[in-house]
């Protein structure tokens, strides 16, 4: 089956632009949740949607990053003004059902995004 | 403190080798634990799910002792296909939190 896909695979852009990235989770999971991968570090978490509501954007490192998920289904994470500390691997995953403890999160490839 | 923390290794061991990784976590409260693989430019992928009983996948067995905030994986036997980093995972509500992960490189 068809598992969570994400868009660009690769993001090459120019330090202070404004980048767009795209998750599609897989068909049915209410859950969708953002990390960030830095060269070397465990993953971030970043932002958790519930539906198409976020009840924590905690992990979101500035006011430059921010998501929405429209339709209970894609979601898009913005990066605006870009910095190189940005240059990271985005992952995006989904789960059914998280409740309380969490439900079995399903990644998608990435996006990885280097910022010149 | 780091939520969880792990020996970034890297693991050298010849094939047939068993091995051990261990993980702590700080946060008393949390309820879900597991292990992910994650192989080189890869997303992370479940290998486990981590019980208080502790329990067994083939070659992988996982222990989680809650007094202590330790998990552990136990691969036996080990295979080439084994080499990859894998990561604790720890759930205390809906996000999971890393490890930075423990390096595995299994050789002939």
């Known amino acids: 089956g068809a598992g969570v896909s994400q868009s660009p695979s690769n993001k090459v852009t120019e330090k202070g632009k404004d980048v767009e990235l795209r998750c599609d989770p897989i068909?049915?999971?209410?859950?969708l949740y953002w990390y960030r991968q830095s060269l070397g570090q465990g993953l971030e978490f970043l932002i958790y949607?519930?539906?198409?509501?976020?009840?924590?954007k905690s992990g979101l490192p500035s006011d430059r990053f921010s998501a929405e998920r429209t339709g209970g289904s894609v979601s898009t994470l913005t990066i605006q003004r870009t910095q190189q500390e940005d240059s990271a691997v985005y992952l995006c995953?989904?789960?059914?059902?998280?409740?309380?403890?969490?439900?079995?999160?399903?990644f998608g490839p990435g996006t990885r995004l280097l910022v010149l | 403190r780091k939520e969880v923390e792990q020996d970034p290794g890297p693991f050298n061991v010849p094939e047939g080798a068993t091995v051990a990784f261990n993980c702590t976590y700080s946060?008393?409260?949390?309820?879900?634990f597991f292990w992910y693989r994650q192989d080189c430019r890869k997303e992370p992928k479940l290998l486990m799910s981590?019980?208080?009983s502790g329990n067994e996948d083939g070659r992988f067995t996982a222990q989680l002792n809650r007094a202590s905030q330790y998990i552990s994986l136990l691969i036996r036997d080990s295979k080439l296909s084994d080499s990859a980093t894998y990561l604790c995972v720890v759930n205390s509500g809906y996000a999971l939190n890393f490890g930075k992960g423990t390096s595995l490189l299994v050789t002939p």
């Open positions: 981590v019980y208080s």
């Open positions: 995953a989904s789960s059914l059902d998280p409740g309380l403890a969490g439900g079995r999160q399903y």
């Open positions: 068909s049915g999971h209410t859950a």
């Open positions: 946060n008393s409260a949390s309820q879900s």
């Open positions: 949607f519930q539906g198409n509501s976020a009840p924590d």
